[in-house]
């Protein structure tokens, strides 16, 4: 390696990346999505780990550092004068907020809070001690997220594991729901490592798992009270009067080395991942979750929910549908280029949503320390896979835009293959009971607007990996993103 | 079910051991992990991905660790197609095996070491003549040496049982756990403690390759007293027999004594130098005595230990002067000593604390090694008891077992030196290529005087395969044989094939738990001729390798340089990728690119230095493999394609795609050219160990200096517990609330707090307070409810005595008032700094407002110390330095509470309320 003439080799780099432009160039995110970075004040460290928009208009961020910053016209394209203010300091890890009734709740590690400012200067001066009925020990995997209000007005918060393995204080592995009056019901157990947690469009609570001992891989799991989710780490805590009048006995424990769907065929209170996010093809650690519920206002995607993925700074989106009373669904990979670990996400009524991220102590695939970005919805919509759902020999898709008959009829424009990973103890899993199932037929609708595709060898308990790469649109574009992954864990009759 | 990897499922591996493979746990067939593991059962023809493995590899591996070639003559082009395990050194064996295994093994080596590759040379001897041959062939063998016991450990046996669990041991050995099923690939392991004793099998385990030079077992690389520690664990029954007089003095010296001038308290016999016939732990001395047994003249040196001191003499002459009052010290001496009997003493002494003394011997022939197994009673060899049954050699026995170790054939497999020169066998077989199915040591049942391998139907039918077949071997068949016989494969998956099994997994541990199966098991080497430069492939296969100590619990251990350096070159033949690096134009001079490269692995780019470490510097997350190392043994174009898409090469590596879709993630460097920006991070770690340490490894202090306000920091504080609330006040005075307890934790002056422990990297621990003067109060809440005055202030936590932690109030200068509620009272616990100017250091006023009304009587703690001096009314100095006044308070009681002084206030509320102040002055 040699250095040569400089001006010359710096002329040639610009020179091929200009050739590349004047190429018939297909479509990126950007053209669909447009991310706008906010410029953080030096000063600040803003590690985001909740955010919530306030009445007054301006936006709330709190911090892993223990802060809630106010950005005022967090709306301004770009947002080049925003003025930020430190509403509070002194908290600790705060990663959830909302407000409500002038009060701003704050989920800390070690509680949920309520934050007040009661003289009118713009720092809060009184800090309530909502509920803190859980135990820390001092060990920094005990994170605890939080969620917005649910329509009865709960905070649910989930707690990991402590060092995320074991449960060695009460309620770790849990999630609570903290009520209006400040009590504590517990209401999941098999929590490990939680990275966020949010609801649909129907107010139902689901949240992040990461990949570790019971989580084969990162997974999107749907809180459903009573239930338990996955790693007995924390079971012990069924032993207390007052979640034992809630949660009822102790379900049975998961044999290691066994397989989701066998595993919530023996244990009825287990409810598996309703989408697991494939390592690596899929993010290395699912964080934050949110719905858009913007009404159109942020594009095509209505009511599909997106989660955040800290190392590879994604957001994902993901489809669920029912079957047989539980959800389950497909994840599609959305927007990616956000400026640091995505963590915290919120969809606002106008159709924007702010990301905020943190690269500290997890590595990240967006650079810097700590990122607020808004993404918005240019108008253009591109062409994808919309939804993604379960037949009993088969799939349908619909797509965004009409695709083109002949391209999108032709089974040899997709391919299959299928795995799952090991339920179990050990930390993560490698793919296992690997299949290739075949598709032997796909039929385009009338309308242009979906496919249904045969497929022999579907197998219950796996995840469908389907590559659409040969398909395109009527107008004669490929998809935006090819691949879709169907968390097939019951086949519809 | 398809499987394409070790991990399967649960019930496929269930299906694998229980009928795929013929797992015959009784069975006395010879066991060779690879060909068990490879060849033995028929492939799943359902797995489409099932490796094909060609038939003919599994014979040539039997021809090899069975050593066939030994007594049938191979061709050139056979040779060439096997890996002959040479069976083990007898040269020294009598110092190594215990007598009575040897008997055993030799009349019954397949129900002995069931799994044996040792064929049975006795059964094809006429029935009269076994019982003699064998006790001829045991006195041949023992001539050669003799073991030594060593008094056993159970602490260091415990150790020993870990060491063996995740060393790596069960990567080819079965569990010594009888609860756990028969694994069909384990290699056999006899009843070690029979064979060996402690100090013979620390020395085989410290280099196997000596005495079995053909690698199969290799060297883990333990340190000396970790081999002890599993020799112990292995050697657990041992009957100690009395070989030392010793003598009992009462005393307190400060060197080791003359005990001639003594008068001994106790005298005896015992095992060993046994401190234990003191029967007391200090002020004593005791003086061993015994005869030494040299069996070979020359020069011996001996090393004795001892905590206090200690002097060894032998023969009337002072060998080791090793006297003084000193923690455990070794030191050394020699001396010339001729075969026969020497007068040994050991003389020593102990003052207090610790007490030890031991005696290790090495000379011609013997390595270091407790002395104790040459020390006896008498000047003469001692009559046989129950627990050492008598053994003298016979000098006619030797003879006539010399002769049979060369006729029945021993000495076709066995190096056995006598005078330098090894037997030579007089056995005569035919050459290979003459062999026939069926016959000879191939029949079903082998007759005659042929050896016996107990080899079953598969094991047969592969050999005929073997001999059969062509002697042509592509290079990846022989790389695939030779990891098949060194049984690589236990650890390491290579393509589809290889890699720990099921059954083995959960013995394989990880030090960094979150970096999962990587972590924890041996790495991927497929492409491994690729991936490691030849020098450091030579490096790892030649010397071990511990790169992953951070993580991986197991370290490549070392199989002796004739048997792996051919790897090198093998690997490189077939795995070698040639296409180039890309061609990359440095836009800059390469410092610049350099500088590039380093900020790419750091903190504010790619990050790589949060999970590896780098130089001296722990990552920041996991400990994933050093950085500064990556140049010496990698190849820098198998990186360059690696760093593209590392799933390639590691399928579920935790390592991102820095250049996700052959796309830069950093844009602003290097125009964001994926391929400058590679080459960057190669000629940047390029320079190894001198390579400047990027940006975000080194933790710097974050000092939170309050100036205008005071700066609240909610965190794990040391002292202050994991709800810990830190206020630091503009008037360089500090506090810590415990919202566990509800307690005021700790006052201190000066600085506030380093913020950096837990805002850079994961914030692991609790963090002390930064400044000085740092004075920690009573544990447990202030308040309580004392049914008399006299009651003990209660130490149950505080949430679980009824108290709730409220929160806080900033006043108006930002100073918190916390908050809790306790009996249906409300407080208010609020201190503010106040300085004056005759004071160097800002002192506090604390104020608690009690609120609510209670029947109980509750009692406010406000002092619990050493001591506890009263000043005037209410002002008291506690421990000397730390005066508290207090305000509102009536009826304080000082009391005593154990070794400590309690400063106790009735809590009297007057219409609903009081507020009580102290002041704390330090």
Request: glycine content about 10%; some cysteine; charged content about 25%.
């Given at each position: 390696?040699r250095?040569?003439?400089?001006?010359?080799?710096?002329?040639?780099?610009?020179?091929g990346?200009?050739?590349?432009?004047?190429?018939?160039?297909?479509?990126?995110?950007?053209?669909?999505?447009?991310?706008?970075?906010?410029?953080?004040?030096?000063?600040?460290?803003?590690?985001?780990?909740?955010?919530?928009?306030?009445?007054?208009?301006?936006?709330a961020?709190?911090?892993?550092?223990?802060?809630?910053?106010?950005?005022?016209?967090?709306?301004?394209?770009?947002?080049?004068?925003?003025?930020?203010?430190?509403?509070?300091h002194?908290?600790?890890?705060?990663?959830?907020?909302?407000q409500?009734?002038g009060?701003?709740?704050?989920?800390?590690?070690?509680?949920?809070?309520?934050?007040?400012?009661?003289?009118g200067?713009?720092?809060?001066?009184l800090?309530e001690?909502?509920?803190?009925?859980?135990?820390?020990?001092?060990?920094?995997?005990?994170y605890?997220?939080?969620?917005?209000?649910?329509?009865?007005?709960?905070?649910?918060?989930?707690?990991?594991?402590?060092?995320?393995?074991?449960s060695?204080?009460?309620?770790?592995?849990?999630?609570?729901?903290?009520?209006?009056?400040?009590?504590?019901?517990?209401?999941?157990?098999?929590?490990?490592?939680?990275?966020?947690?949010?609801m649909?469009?129907?107010g139902?609570?689901?949240?992040?798992?990461?990949?570790?001992?019971?989580?084969?891989?990162?997974?999107?799991?749907?809180?459903?009270?009573?239930?338990?989710?996955?790693h007995?780490?924390g079971?012990?805590?069924?032993?207390?009067?007052?979640?034992?009048?809630?949660?009822?006995?102790k379900?049975?424990?998961?044999?290691?080395?066994?397989?989701f769907?066998?595993?919530?065929?023996?244990?009825p209170?287990?409810?598996?991942?309703?989408?697991?996010?494939?390592?690596?093809?899929m993010?290395?650690?699912?964080?934050?979750?949110?719905?858009?519920t913007?009404?159109?206002?942020?594009?095509?995607?209505?009511?599909?929910?997106?989660?955040?993925?800290?190392?590879?700074?994604?957001?994902?989106?993901?489809?669920?549908?029912k079957?047989?009373?539980?959800?389950?669904?497909?994840?599609?990979?959305?927007?990616?280029?956000?400026?640091?670990?995505?963590?915290a996400?919120?969809?606002t009524?106008?159709?924007?949503?702010?990301?905020?991220?943190?690269?500290?102590?997890?590595?990240?695939?967006?650079?810097?320390?700590?990122?607020?970005?808004?993404?918005?919805?240019?108008?253009?919509?591109?062409?994808?896979?919309?939804?993604?759902?379960?037949?009993?020999?088969?799939?349908?898709?619909?797509?965004?835009?009409p695709?083109?008959?002949?391209?999108?009829?032709?089974?040899?424009?997709?391919?299959?293959?299928?795995y799952?990973?090991?339920?179990?103890?050990?930390?993560?899993?490698?793919?296992?009971?690997?299949?290739?199932?075949?598709?032997?037929?796909a039929?385009?609708?009338?309308?242009?607007k979906?496919?249904?595709?045969?497929?022999?060898?579907?197998?219950?308990?796996?995840?469908h990996?389907?590559?659409?790469?040969?398909?395109?649109?009527?107008?004669?574009?490929?998809?935006?993103?090819?691949?879709?992954?169907?968390?097939?864990?019951?086949?519809?009759? | 079910?398809?499987?394409?990897?070790?991990?399967?499922?649960?019930?496929?591996?269930?299906y694998?051991?229980?009928?795929a493979?013929?797992?015959?746990?009784?069975?006395?067939?010879?066991?060779?992990?690879?060909?068990?593991?490879?060849?033995?059962?028929?492939?799943?023809p359902?797995?489409?991905?099932?490796?094909?493995?060609?038939?003919?590899?599994?014979?040539?591996?039997?021809?090899?660790?069975?050593?066939?070639?030994?007594?049938?003559?191979?061709?050139?082009?056979?040779?060439?197609?096997?890996?002959?395990?040479?069976?083990?050194?007898?040269?020294?064996?009598?110092?190594?095996?215990?007598?009575?295994?040897?008997?055993?093994?030799?009349?019954?080596?397949?129900?002995?070491k069931?799994?044996?590759?040792?064929?049975?040379?006795?059964?094809?001897?006429?029935?009269?003549?076994?019982?003699?041959?064998?006790?001829a062939?045991?006195?041949?063998?023992?001539?050669?040496?003799?073991?030594?016991?060593?008094?056993p450990?159970?602490?260091?046996?415990?150790?020993?049982?870990?060491?063996?669990?995740?060393?790596?041991?069960?990567?080819?050995?079965?569990?010594?756990?009888?609860?756990?099923?028969?694994?069909?690939?384990s290699?056999?392991?006899?009843?070690?403690?029979?064979?060996?004793?402690?100090?013979?099998?620390?020395?085989?385990?410290?280099?196997?390759v000596?005495?079995?030079?053909?690698?199969?077992?290799?060297?883990?690389?333990?340190?000396?007293?970790?081999?002890?520690?599993?020799?112990?664990?292995?050697?657990?029954?041992v009957?100690?027999?009395?070989?030392?007089?010793?003598?009992?003095?009462?005393?307190?010296?400060?060197?080791?004594?003359?005990?001639?001038?003594?008068?001994?308290?106790?005298?005896?016999?015992?095992?060993?130098?046994?401190?234990?016939?003191?029967?007391?732990?200090?002020?004593?001395?005791?003086?061993?005595?015994?005869?030494?047994?040299?069996?070979?003249?020359?020069?011996?040196?001996?090393?004795?230990?001892?905590?206090?001191?200690?002097?060894?003499?032998?023969?009337?002459?002072?060998?080791?002067?090793?006297?003084?009052?000193?923690?455990?010290?070794?030191?050394?001496?020699?001396?010339?000593?001729?075969?026969?009997?020497?007068?040994?003493?050991?003389?020593?002494?102990?003052?207090?604390?610790?007490?030890?003394?031991?005696?290790?011997?090495?000379?011609?022939?013997?390595?270091?090694?407790?002395?104790?197994?040459?020390?006896?009673?008498?000047?003469?060899?001692?009559?046989?008891?129950?627990?050492?049954?008598?053994?003298?050699?016979?000098?006619?026995?030797?003879?006539?077992?010399?002769?049979?170790?060369?006729?029945?054939?021993?000495?076709?497999?066995?190096?056995m030196?006598?005078?330098?020169?090894?037997?030579?066998?007089?056995?005569?077989?035919?050459p290979?290529?003459?062999?026939?199915?069926?016959?000879?040591?191939?029949?079903?049942?082998?007759?005659?005087?042929?050896?016996?391998?107990?080899?079953?139907?598969?094991?047969?039918?592969?050999?005929?395969?073997?001999?059969k077949?062509?002697?042509?071997?592509?290079a990846?068949?022989?790389?695939?044989?030779t990891?098949?016989?060194?049984?690589?494969?236990?650890c390491?998956?290579?393509?589809?094939?290889?890699?720990?099994?099921?059954?083995r997994?959960?013995?394989?541990?990880?030090?960094?738990?979150?970096?999962?199966?990587?972590?924890?098991?041996?790495?991927?080497?497929?492409?491994?001729?690729?991936?490691?430069?030849?020098?450091?492939?030579?490096?790892?296969?030649?010397?071990?390798?511990?790169?992953?100590?951070?993580?991986m619990?197991?370290?490549?251990?070392?199989?002796?340089?004739?048997?792996?350096?051919?790897?090198?070159?093998?690997?490189?033949?077939?795995?070698?990728?040639?296409?180039?690096?890309?061609?990359?134009?440095?836009p800059?001079?390469?410092?610049?690119?350099?500088?590039?490269?380093?900020?790419?692995?750091?903190?504010?780019?790619?990050?790589?230095i949060?999970?590896?470490?780098?130089?001296?510097?722990?990552s920041?997350?996991?400990r994933?493999?050093?950085?500064?190392?990556?140049?010496?043994?990698?190849?820098?174009?198998?990186?360059?394609?690696?760093?593209?898409d590392?799933?390639?090469?590691?399928?579920?590596?935790?390592?991102p795609?820095?250049?996700?879709?052959?796309?830069?993630?950093?844009?602003?460097?290097?125009?964001?050219?994926?391929?400058?920006?590679?080459a960057?991070?190669?000629?940047?770690?390029?320079?190894?160990?001198?390579?400047?340490?990027?940006?975000?490894?080194?933790?710097?202090?974050m000092?939170?200096?309050?100036?205008?306000?005071?700066?609240?920091?909610?965190?794990?504080?040391?002292?202050?517990?994991?709800?810990?609330?830190?206020?630091?006040?503009?008037?360089?005075?500090?506090?810590?609330?415990?919202?566990?307890?509800?307690?005021?934790a700790?006052?201190?002056?000066?600085?506030?707090?380093?913020?950096?422990?837990?805002?850079?990297?994961?914030?692991?621990?609790?963090?002390?307070?930064?400044?000085?003067?740092?004075?920690?109060?009573?544990?447990?809440?202030?308040?309580?409810?004392?049914?008399?005055?006299?009651?003990?202030?209660?130490?149950?936590?505080?949430?679980?005595?009824?108290?709730?932690?409220?929160?806080?109030?900033?006043?108006?200068?930002?100073?918190?008032?916390?908050?809790y509620?306790?009996?249906?009272?409300?407080?208010?616990?609020?201190?503010?700094?106040?300085?004056?100017?005759?004071?160097?250091?800002?002192?506090?006023?604390?104020?608690l407002?009690?609120?609510?009304?209670?029947?109980?009587?509750i009692?406010?703690?406000?002092?619990?110390?050493?001591?506890?001096?009263?000043?005037?009314?209410?002002?008291?100095?506690?421990?000397?330095?730390?005066?508290?006044k207090?305000?509102?308070?009536?009826?304080?009681?000082?009391?005593?509470?154990?070794?400590?002084?309690?400063?106790?206030?009735?809590?009297?509320?007057?219409?609903?309320?009081?507020?009580?102040k102290?002041?704390?002055?330090?």
């Amino acid at each position: 390696m040699r250095f040569s003439v400089p001006g010359l080799a710096v002329l040639f780099v610009a020179w091929g990346s200009l050739l590349a432009f004047a190429a018939d160039k297909p479509p990126v995110e950007n053209d669909f999505y447009r991310l706008i970075p906010f410029e953080i004040p030096k000063e600040i460290m803003l590690e985001a780990g909740g955010i919530e928009l306030l009445p007054d208009g301006k936006l709330a961020i709190s911090t892993r550092r223990g802060e809630i910053w106010m950005v005022d016209k967090p709306f301004a394209d770009p947002p080049k004068d925003a003025k930020w203010t430190r509403f509070a300091h002194g908290l600790h890890e705060v990663l959830g907020i909302a407000q409500r009734d002038g009060w701003l709740y704050a989920t800390q590690r070690g509680e949920v809070s309520r934050l007040k400012d009661t003289n009118g200067d713009g720092k809060a001066d009184l800090f309530e001690t909502v509920n803190d009925d859980w135990q820390i020990n001092g060990d920094y995997h005990e994170y605890a997220f939080g969620s917005k209000f649910d329509r009865d007005g709960n905070i649910w918060v989930v707690l990991c594991l402590t060092g995320s393995f074991s449960s060695e204080c009460k309620y770790r592995g849990w999630c609570l729901r903290i009520t209006p009056d400040g009590k504590s019901i517990a209401t999941c157990s098999g929590i490990r490592s939680p990275g966020g947690i949010g609801m649909n469009a129907l107010g139902e609570m689901f949240y992040t798992d990461n990949q570790g001992p019971w989580n084969g891989t990162c997974e999107l799991k749907h809180l459903i009270p009573g239930k338990f989710v996955g790693h007995p780490g924390g079971f012990k805590w069924y032993d207390l009067p007052e979640v034992k009048a809630v949660m009822g006995p102790k379900p049975a424990e998961p044999v290691s080395g066994s397989r989701f769907m066998t595993e919530a065929a023996k244990i009825p209170e287990y409810e598996p991942p309703i989408i697991m996010f494939p390592y690596s093809k899929m993010g290395k650690s699912a964080s934050g979750v949110a719905c858009d519920t913007t009404g159109g206002k942020f594009g095509p995607f209505q009511n599909q929910m997106f989660v955040g993925d800290q190392s590879d700074s994604t957001v994902m989106r993901c489809f669920l549908e029912k079957i047989d009373g539980h959800y389950q669904g497909a994840c599609f990979r959305f927007r990616e280029g956000f400026g640091s670990g995505t963590l915290a996400m919120e969809m606002t009524a106008d159709g924007s949503m702010f990301v905020g991220g943190t690269n500290r102590g997890w590595g990240s695939r967006g650079p810097k320390p700590g990122a607020l970005e808004r993404l918005v919805w240019t108008g253009k919509v591109p062409f994808e896979i919309h939804e993604m759902r379960a037949k009993p020999d088969g799939f349908e898709l619909t797509f965004t835009q009409p695709v083109d008959p002949a391209s999108a009829g032709d089974v040899k424009s997709y391919s299959m293959s299928s795995y799952t990973y090991i339920f179990q103890s050990a930390y993560g899993s490698p793919e296992v009971d690997q299949a290739t199932p075949t598709i032997t037929s796909a039929k385009v609708a009338a309308d242009g607007k979906s496919v249904r595709l045969v497929v022999d060898g579907l197998k219950a308990g796996n995840i469908h990996e389907l590559t659409a790469a040969g398909i395109k649109s009527a107008e004669g574009l490929p998809l935006l993103h090819k691949e879709a992954f169907y968390t097939l864990n019951r086949i519809p009759k | 079910m398809l499987l394409r990897s070790w991990a399967g499922s649960a019930v496929a591996c269930l299906y694998f051991v229980g009928t795929a493979v013929s797992a015959e746990p009784n069975s006395t067939h010879p066991r060779v992990p690879g060909f068990e593991r490879f060849y033995a059962a028929a492939p799943d023809p359902d797995d489409e991905d099932a490796p094909k493995l060609d038939p003919i590899t599994g014979g040539r591996l039997l021809l090899g660790e069975l050593n066939c070639t030994a007594c049938h003559s191979a061709a050139e082009g056979m040779k060439n197609v096997v890996s002959t395990k040479q069976a083990p050194i007898l040269d020294e064996i009598g110092s190594r095996a215990r007598v009575g295994w040897l008997r055993d093994f030799i009349s019954k080596p397949h129900s002995t070491k069931p799994g044996t590759t040792m064929p049975d040379l006795i059964a094809g001897l006429p029935e009269a003549e076994r019982g003699d041959a064998v006790e001829a062939l045991v006195h041949f063998l023992a001539s050669t040496g003799t073991t030594t016991d060593a008094h056993p450990d159970k602490a260091g046996a415990k150790r020993g049982q870990g060491l063996f669990q995740k060393s790596g041991c069960l990567a080819c050995h079965q569990p010594l756990d009888a609860k756990v099923a028969d694994i069909p690939t384990s290699v056999s392991l006899p009843d070690l403690g029979k064979k060996y004793t402690v100090p013979s099998l620390m020395a085989f385990l410290k280099d196997p390759v000596k005495v079995r030079p053909s690698g199969r077992m290799p060297a883990l690389g333990l340190k000396d007293e970790e081999f002890r520690d599993i020799a112990h664990y292995f050697v657990t029954d041992v009957e100690l027999v009395s070989n030392v007089k010793f003598a009992v003095y009462d005393g307190s010296w400060d060197d080791t004594p003359d005990f001639s001038k003594l008068k001994p308290v106790s005298e005896g016999t015992c095992a060993g130098l046994d401190l234990t016939v003191a029967g007391k732990t200090g002020n004593f001395g005791v003086q061993f005595k015994a005869f030494l047994k040299i069996a070979k003249g020359g020069k011996y040196d001996f090393h004795l230990g001892s905590d206090d001191g200690s002097r060894l003499t032998i023969d009337g002459s002072l060998v080791v002067e090793n006297g003084g009052v000193h923690p455990h010290t070794v030191k050394s001496g020699s001396k010339m000593l001729e075969p026969g009997f020497h007068p040994i003493v050991v003389d020593y002494f102990q003052g207090g604390g610790e007490w030890t003394v031991d005696l290790e011997i090495s000379g011609p022939g013997l390595n270091r090694q407790p002395a104790n197994g040459f020390l006896f009673l008498e000047a003469k060899d001692p009559a046989p008891t129950a627990a050492r049954p008598g053994f003298a050699l016979d000098a006619s026995l030797v003879d006539k077992g010399r002769g049979l170790f060369a006729s029945l054939g021993c000495a076709s497999c066995h190096q056995m030196k006598q005078n330098n020169a090894p037997i030579a066998s007089t056995l005569k077989a035919k050459p290979l290529v003459d062999l026939k199915e069926a016959t000879g040591c191939l029949s079903e049942n082998v007759a005659g005087k042929l050896p016996r391998f107990g080899l079953n139907a598969k094991q047969r039918a592969a050999l005929v395969i073997a001999l059969k077949g062509s002697t042509e071997e592509p290079a990846t068949e022989k790389v695939h044989r030779t990891l098949a016989s060194l049984n690589c494969y236990a650890c390491h998956k290579r393509g589809q094939i290889g890699g720990v099994e099921e059954a083995r997994n959960p013995f394989f541990e990880s030090l960094q738990k979150e970096m999962g199966d990587e972590g924890r098991l041996p790495p991927l080497i497929t492409g491994v001729g690729d991936k490691l430069r030849p020098d450091w492939l030579k490096h790892v296969l030649l010397n071990g390798a511990d790169d992953r100590k951070n993580y991986m619990v197991v370290r490549m251990p070392k199989f002796g340089g004739n048997n792996v350096a051919p790897l090198v070159e093998a690997f490189a033949a077939v795995d070698l990728n040639l296409e180039p690096l890309p061609k990359v134009e440095f836009p800059e001079p390469e410092y610049r690119i350099k500088a590039a490269g380093r900020h790419l692995v750091g903190g504010q780019a790619l990050s790589c230095i949060k999970c590896h470490d780098f130089g001296p510097h722990p990552s920041t997350g996991v400990r994933a493999i050093n950085l500064t190392t990556m140049h010496q043994r990698l190849r820098p174009e198998w990186v360059n394609r690696y760093l593209r898409d590392p799933q390639v090469y590691r399928p579920g590596t935790r390592m991102p795609a820095a250049w996700p879709f052959g796309k830069a993630s950093i844009r602003d460097v290097l125009n964001g050219d994926v391929d400058l920006q590679i080459a960057a991070v190669a000629l940047y770690l390029a320079d190894g160990g001198k390579a400047a340490v990027p940006v975000g490894l080194v933790r710097e202090p974050m000092e939170l200096k309050p100036v205008d306000e005071p700066i609240i920091y909610r965190n794990f504080i040391e002292g202050s517990g994991s709800r810990a609330i830190g206020v630091g006040y503009p008037e360089r005075v500090n506090l810590s609330w415990d919202a566990n307890e509800m307690r005021l934790a700790m006052i201190w002056h000066g600085a506030f707090i380093d913020a950096s422990r837990h805002w850079t990297g994961r914030g692991v621990g609790f963090e002390a307070p930064l400044g000085d003067h740092l004075i920690a109060l009573a544990p447990n809440a202030p308040l309580a409810k004392l049914a008399s005055p006299n009651d003990p202030w209660p130490t149950a936590l505080a949430r679980e005595s009824g108290f709730r932690f409220q929160g806080y109030r900033l006043d108006d200068k930002q100073r918190p008032g916390f908050r809790y509620s306790f009996a249906g009272l409300s407080i208010e616990d609020h201190s503010v700094p106040v300085t004056k100017a005759e004071e160097k250091f800002a002192s506090l006023e604390r104020t608690l407002t009690i609120t609510g009304t209670t029947a109980d009587p509750i009692y406010y703690r406000a002092a619990l110390a050493g001591k506890i001096e009263k000043v005037s009314d209410n002002e008291f100095r506690i421990d000397g330095f730390l005066t508290i006044k207090l305000t509102g308070a009536e009826g304080v009681i000082v009391r005593q509470a154990g070794n400590q002084t309690e400063l106790l206030v009735p809590v009297k509320l007057v219409g609903g309320k009081l507020v009580l102040k102290q002041s704390y002055v330090w």
